[in-house]
């Protein structure tokens, strides 16, 4: 399995209050997905090459995430799901751009496994 990216992603309802807090630890905005979306996101990148992802999404409190990005969704999650991952809610979230979903671990952690269409 290939891995294109790896980095943090907070998903958050107050995305203006987590950008100001990265833009105030030295990070900028590098990149912006569907800004005019309910749900959008940042990348935000320091000036030594650290990456942190910002989500607006609506959820009840923060969460933390590790983003992975990989060229074979239906490869990644498979190997994810021996490990014992499943998906949050069930469902895949499919675009034109992007296939994805929030994978949970046997202990909790989770992964937004995301595969970039072309």
Do not use: W
Not at 48 to 56: E, S
Not at 60 to 86: H, S
């Amino acid at each position: 399995m290939k891995i294109t990216t790896f980095s943090p992603l907070i998903v958050t309802n107050n995305i203006d209050k987590n950008v100001r807090l990265f833009e105030s630890l030295g990070f900028e905005i590098a990149h912006k997905q569907n800004p005019e979306s309910d749900i959008y996101d940042f990348t935000m990148k320091d000036a030594d090459g650290h990456k942190v992802d910002i989500a607006k999404a609506r959820v009840e409190k923060d969460l933390t995430l590790i983003r992975m990005n990989v060229p074979d969704f239906d490869e990644a999650f498979e190997i994810l799901q021996e490990q014992g991952f499943v998906i949050r809610g069930g469902h895949v979230i499919e675009t034109e751009s992007s296939k994805s979903a929030m994978v949970i671990s046997p202990t909790g952690f989770a992964f937004d496994l995301c595969q970039h269409k072309k």
